[in-house]
């Protein structure tokens, strides 16, 4: 295989990050799995999902790669160069190379400064500019955004929420980071508002060749947005590959559940729909063998004991045992039912 000559603009391999449970008693200390071996690649100008229910662990993975928690273990990498946790140079230098665009962004922006002075934080801090350039900065960013100049000298309550969403995304734009993470930016946002934002961040990542992360728990927005999508559920990826394949063809049954449910309404379908039953299990205690075998209309004897193991494809991937790998000794024939 040919060594690739430009690094990925994110690699995440095996991340793990458990959140102990606090509580007394003398039994094992018990924790939340948040994210228990994940691994995906995302290039340079691409829009890559991860999608899944509320509590599957998508924004934990976020939190680590931009830096605000720090995984128990695995390895995220930036244009090949690991980040690292600590407050080094170099360290400091990887995560300004991240930004993140948060769900609600009235609470992420500072109430008592103006929207000038927040685009032009990160720029002082970050040195090497002038008083003048950095103004001339500013007024970019707010027409990169559609924002006009004079939204500089106002406060945040005083724009509409795609308006405060479109300010966020210019002060994660403000160090020209070659990676964004958006977790969740549109789902607090007016249906009409979305598609707009959705726009936005489209012609900004293909402009400044940007890779995207798209976090969301609804597929039929990563369908429109992105080119890839990994599925989660409780920690774990189920399922990977090009959003086309994945959302015409899922292998697994919880994607196809969650793809059903994006569907637009319509009473005639409604039987041959998929459907998940219940409620996603504590990730304190998962369910013993694949993690969704509760909840799973097509398990088999072998889903409550042994976890599947991933089985890659051409362009992507599964864990699930109807999908086994070719080499497995768990095969159609001999898994039972
Ligand atoms: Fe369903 Fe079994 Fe596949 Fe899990 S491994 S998704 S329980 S069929």
Not at 161 to 168: A, N
Not at 245 to 250: K, L, Q
């Amino acid at each position: 295989m040919k060594a690739r000559l430009v690094p990925p603009i994110l690699e995440v391999r095996d991340l793990r990050k458990f959140f102990p449970v606090p509580g007394g008693g003398f039994g094992p200390r018990q924790a939340v799995r948040a994210i228990d071996g994940v691994s995906f690649t995302v290039e340079r100008g691409q829009s890559y999902g991860l999608v899944g229910e509320s509590g599957c662990g998508k924004s934990t993975v976020a939190r680590c790669i931009v830096g605000l928690l720090t995984p128990d273990s695995g390895r995220i990498t930036v244009e090949g160069e690991a980040l690292t946790t600590g407050r080094s140079a170099r360290g400091r230098r990887l995560h300004r190379s991240v930004q993140m665009v948060f769900q609600d962004p009235f609470s992420s922006l500072n109430p008592r400064l103006a929207i000038g002075t927040t685009l032009a934080e990160p720029l002082a801090i970050a040195g090497g500019l002038s008083r003048a350039q950095i103004r001339a900065r500013v007024a970019e960013l707010l027409r990169e955004v559609g924002l006009p100049e004079n939204a500089a000298a106002k406060f945040p309550h005083e724009f509409s929420g795609g308006q405060r969403q479109r300010i966020s995304i210019a002060r994660a734009l403000a160090l020209r980071p070659p990676l964004i993470v958006a977790d969740e930016p549109v789902s607090a946002l007016d249906v009409s508002v979305q598609a707009q934002i959705l726009l936005l961040l489209d012609g900004l990542r293909i402009e400044h060749d940007l890779g995207l992360l798209f976090i969301s728990h609804d597929l039929a927005v990563v369908r429109n947005f992105c080119q890839r999508v990994a599925v989660m559920y409780l920690g774990r990826i189920v399922e990977e590959g090009p959003v086309e394949r994945v959302f015409a063809d899922p292998k697994h049954p919880y994607t196809l559940a969650l793809r059903d449910s994006s569907l637009p309404p319509d009473p005639a379908a409604r039987d041959r729909l998929a459907r998940i039953e219940g409620e996603m299990p504590s990730a304190i205690d998962p369910p013993k063998g694949c993690h969704f075998h509760p909840r799973c209309p097509r398990r088999m004897p072998i889903c409550s004991v042994e976890a599947p193991a991933w089985t890659p494809f051409a362009d992507g991937g599964v864990a699930c045992h109807l999908h086994p790998p070719p080499d497995a000794t768990v095969t159609p024939a001999n898994r039972g039912t």
